[in-house]
């Protein structure tokens, strides 16, 4: 990939995804489950970009929301109706009737008190609302704490017998119709076995609830498939697919998986500019375009993206900071490279997901352009936001 070309033709801070590597990363997890029925639904929160949707929509994949704004991005981006699913833990009585009104394939529920907003909202549309249940199985993910969702003290699902008094529920009402069960318990997962673990308790649950005559047509297992940022281990897909259907037992449900990341994370790099370098006693810092509004993760988790300079010489440990008035305004701490000059390029990977979507208009930064590569060509897909579309919900008040 030629970056400088790139950065002279959209400019820094610059997003790059490389749309082959999406299809090959789809490819690679749908053929785990060719032997079964299956739908790979994207989590639109990782890249909710509308060119990438397209594609992925394009490939026969379904979409995993949590928000209604999700839901219509992918609708707008071509999915079919059938393969969305709407999540969250907390949904408007406006977004619940939205939803119900597109017809999507489910609204998963994420407490009893949901379900009955979701009820009274069907019934007073005249609707029965498909409906699934996020069962907390209470399986520790070993992940990091701010993505784990699969504990009880995680906001996330319901428990074991919370989840049959709303199955049981749903099944006597007139305007649900429970046609789901999942399960998610975090993201970034290099070990798949607490993924089967979470996968044979929710199985042991489908498992009774069709014995009480509750049809459950779809078995979701949720995402949080990890990739490798630095040394991180891979999941064997093979044997993460063998796990579930394993689990499964011979039930016959469609298996539902809802990865983001593993789409799109190492699809996607960052493209900055220094600024300049800089010493504060022994410490030094380089100083990009790009900050954290453009890439928020190192600041909230202490992530680590690998940061590669686009010229040789000898490496010293350095800061590589953003413009923003935060201390917390970092890419990457201790990152060894050579010594750089005002224009040199960087390049941030492993950005495609959980980049540009959690960036921000934070000390009124414009967002970053977003370009797609494929077949070897280039096309912007994002413009680069300008100060005029910073304000322009504003501009009329003052």
Same mark, same amino acid.
């Given at each position: 990939?030629?970056?400088?070309?790139?950065?002279?033709?959209?400019?820094?801070?610059?997003?790059?995804?490389?749309?082959?590597?999406?299809?090959?990363? &789809?490819?690679?997890?749908?053929?785990?489950?060719?032997?079964?029925?299956?739908?790979?639904?994207?989590?639109?929160?990782?890249?909710?970009?509308?060119?990438?949707?397209?594609?992925?929509?394009?490939?026969?994949?379904?979409?995993?929301?949590?928000?209604?704004?999700?839901?219509?991005?992918?609708?707008?981006?071509?999915?079919?109706?059938?393969?969305?699913?709407?999540?969250?833990?907390?949904?408007?009585?406006?977004?619940?009737?939205?939803?119900?009104?597109?017809?999507?394939?489910?609204?998963?529920?994420?407490?009893?008190?949901?379900?009955?907003?979701?009820?009274?909202?069907?019934?007073?549309?005249?609707?029965?609302?498909?409906?699934?249940?996020?069962?907390?199985?209470?399986?520790?993910?070993?992940?990091?704490? &701010?993505?784990?969702?699969?504990?009880?003290?995680?906001?996330?699902?319901?428990?074991?017998?919370?989840?049959?008094?709303?199955?049981?529920?749903?099944?006597?009402?007139?305007?649900?119709?429970?046609?789901?069960?999942?399960?998610?318990?975090?993201?970034?997962?290099?070990?798949?076995?607490?993924?089967?673990?979470?996968?044979?308790?929710?199985?042991?649950?489908?498992?009774?609830?069709?014995?009480?005559?509750?049809?459950?047509?779809?078995?979701?297992?949720?995402?949080?498939?990890?990739?490798? &940022?630095?040394?991180?281990?891979?999941?064997?897909?093979?044997? &993460?697919?063998?796990?579930?259907?394993?689990?499964?037992?011979?039930?016959?449900?469609?298996?539902?998986?809802?990865?983001?990341?593993?789409?799109?994370?190492?699809?996607?790099?960052?493209?900055?500019?220094?600024?300049?370098?800089?010493?504060?006693?022994?410490?030094?810092?380089?100083?990009?375009?790009?900050?954290?509004?453009?890439?928020?993760?190192?600041?909230?988790?202490?992530?680590?993206?690998?940061?590669?300079?686009?010229?040789?010489?000898?490496?010293?440990?350095?800061?590589?900071?953003?413009?923003?008035?935060?201390?917390?305004?970092?890419?990457?701490?201790?990152?060894?490279?050579?010594?750089?000059?005002?224009?040199?390029?960087?390049?941030?990977?492993?950005?495609?997901?959980?980049?540009?979507?959690?960036?921000?208009?934070?000390?009124?930064?414009?967002?970053?352009?977003?370009?797609?590569?494929?077949?070897?060509?280039?096309?912007?897909?994002?413009?680069?936001?300008?100060?005029?579309?910073?304000?322009?919900?504003?501009?009329?008040?003052?």
């Amino acid at each position: 990939m030629d970056y400088l070309a790139l950065a002279k033709k959209y400019q820094t801070p610059l997003y790059v995804y490389d749309f082959d590597h999406i299809t090959a990363q &789809y490819e690679r997890l749908k053929k785990e489950f060719n032997a079964r029925k299956s739908l790979i639904c994207y989590a639109v929160k990782a890249n909710s970009n509308l060119s990438l949707l397209k594609h992925i929509a394009t490939l026969g994949g379904g979409f995993d929301c949590v928000s209604i704004g999700e839901v219509k991005r992918a609708l707008l981006a071509g999915a079919s109706s059938y393969k969305i699913i709407y999540s969250g833990v907390g949904k408007s009585d406006e977004e619940i009737k939205e939803a119900l009104n597109l017809d999507i394939l489910m609204i998963n529920l994420e407490s009893f008190a949901e379900m009955q907003r979701v009820e009274l909202i069907a019934k007073e549309l005249g609707k029965k609302a498909r409906i699934s249940v996020r069962v907390n199985p209470n399986v520790d993910p070993k992940t990091h704490p &701010y993505i784990s969702t699969g504990l009880h003290e995680n906001k996330f699902g319901v428990s074991i017998n919370e989840a049959r008094k709303i199955y049981l529920h749903a099944h006597r009402s007139d305007n649900l119709d429970p046609v789901g069960i999942h399960c998610h318990i975090g993201s970034q997962l290099s070990d798949i076995s607490p993924v089967i673990e979470a996968a044979n308790i929710t199985s042991d649950l489908l498992r009774e609830l069709r014995a009480a005559d509750i049809n459950i047509k779809f078995f979701d297992i949720g995402g949080g498939i990890g990739i490798r &940022y630095s040394d991180e281990n891979e999941p064997n897909l093979y044997e &993460y697919a063998q796990g579930i259907l394993a689990a499964l037992k011979g039930q016959d449900a469609t298996i539902v998986c809802e990865p983001g990341r593993f789409i799109v994370g190492n699809s996607g790099e960052l493209i900055t500019q220094v600024l300049y370098e800089k010493t504060n006693g022994d410490k030094r810092f380089v100083i990009v375009d790009a900050a954290m509004n453009d890439l928020l993760r190192p600041s909230l988790y202490e992530a680590y993206h690998e940061i590669i300079a686009l010229k040789d010489g000898d490496k010293t440990n350095c800061d590589v900071v953003g413009p923003i008035c935060e201390s917390g305004d970092f890419l990457g701490k201790n990152i060894k490279l050579p010594k750089l000059e005002h224009g040199d390029m960087l390049i941030i990977k492993s950005a495609g997901a959980y980049g540009y979507s959690m960036s921000s208009n934070y000390n009124t930064r414009g967002r970053a352009a977003q370009v797609a590569i494929e077949g070897g060509k280039d096309r912007l897909i994002g413009k680069r936001e300008s100060f005029e579309d910073m304000i322009q919900n504003e501009r009329e008040f003052i």
